[in-house]
């Protein structure tokens, strides 16, 4: 039997510094409505999606710093978001800002995402893991990218989840342009990877890189599909926010590599595909057959004899 699985990609446009926790919901839920009322089973949202992107500024005062973390998840402004969710039997995936306190009092800050079943039940969570930008801060640029100030980085990895009927990863943001992101939940079967990203079209460091920020984009994206097997949704949170424009673009790719859906539009917009989550073994048995084309005979005859080397 195939294996369908009706996504949508749930871009959000920009988040103003002032706009509360409860004000993203309520965007976040008329998007899930919306990606619901057109047969969605799993709806993703972008990197930090319940703030304005907060690393633009710098601030050494630990309580501003924290104002923008989660503790708790759900939380109080977030539970209607589940409830609902739970209600339509639709799942979901949420970038956010978290902060964990360890049993002995120290506190760690992850750019991390939730995974949410169509039961409501939390599948996992990914810390990102390749944390972009500069740790102090910079005056001269015309906004700063503090990521590596406000967050260290994830210390799991690439997990791979049994959910939503097929293999399901998650990585956020710079994540995407690095090979070994895809690689490492490729090489454990993953068939569908989500990934929320923010990305400023200018890049302070390297100039000459901002008019292919959108071909980038769709490259690495495109590429990690492709050479992983692996049906990719790449959703943006665009537009210009606090005078920072961020790249829009969102967009599901196919193993294939080739773009089934994506928005048109730099704000709030769903795009929506089905997906047949058995497309994936059309590559991985075929060009990407790693078992016959990259494990050595040898090391394939002793397994198949049960024997060590
Ligand atoms: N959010 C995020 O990871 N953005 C980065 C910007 C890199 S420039 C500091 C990205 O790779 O899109």
């Not at 409830?83 to 800050?109: C, I, N």
């Not at 996992?124 to 700063?144: L, T």
Request: glycine letters at 10%; a negative charge; hydrophobic letters at 40%.
């Amino acid at each position: 039997m195939a294996r369908h699985l009706t996504v949508g990609a749930a871009q959000m446009g920009p988040i103003g510094r002032d706009e509360s926790r409860a004000d993203c919901v309520v965007r976040l839920t008329s998007l899930l409505e919306d990606a619901a009322s057109r047969g969605c089973e799993l709806v993703v949202f972008p990197e930090l999606a319940l703030t304005t992107f907060f690393p633009r500024w710098f601030t050494d005062d630990a309580d501003e710093m924290e104002s923008w973390f989660e503790a708790d998840m759900p939380n109080t402004a977030t539970q209607p978001l589940f409830d609902r969710a739970k209600e339509l039997g639709v799942g979901f995936s949420l970038g956010y800002a978290e902060l964990v306190v360890g049993a002995d009092g120290t506190r760690h800050r992850y750019n991390t995402q939730i995974l949410v079943e169509r039961d409501g039940t939390t599948v996992g969570k990914y810390r990102k893991v390749h944390i972009p930008g500069h740790e102090s801060n910079e005056p001269g640029r015309p906004f700063q990218h503090a990521e590596r100030h406000y967050f260290e980085p994830g210390p799991d990895g690439f997990e791979v989840w049994n959910a939503f009927g097929g293999r399901v990863g998650m990585a956020i943001c710079n994540d995407r342009r690095w090979p070994e992101t895809y690689r490492v939940m490729g090489l454990k079967g993953v068939e569908l990877i989500l990934i929320g990203y923010n990305t400023p079209l200018h890049y302070e460091p390297d100039p000459q890189q901002n008019a292919l920020a959108g071909f980038h984009n769709h490259l690495v994206l495109a590429a990690g599909a492709y050479q992983n097997g692996t049906y990719v949704v790449g959703v943006a949170k665009g537009g210009i926010e606090e005078g920072v424009d961020s790249l829009a673009q969102t967009a599901i790719f196919a193993p294939s590599g080739q773009i089934v859906a994506q928005c048109i539009t730099t704000g709030d917009e769903v795009a929506v595909a089905r997906l047949d989550l058995d497309f994936c073994s059309f590559y991985n048995n075929t060009l990407f057959d790693f078992d016959r084309y990259r494990i050595p005979k040898h090391y394939r005859l002793i397994a198949e004899e049960g024997g060590g080397a």
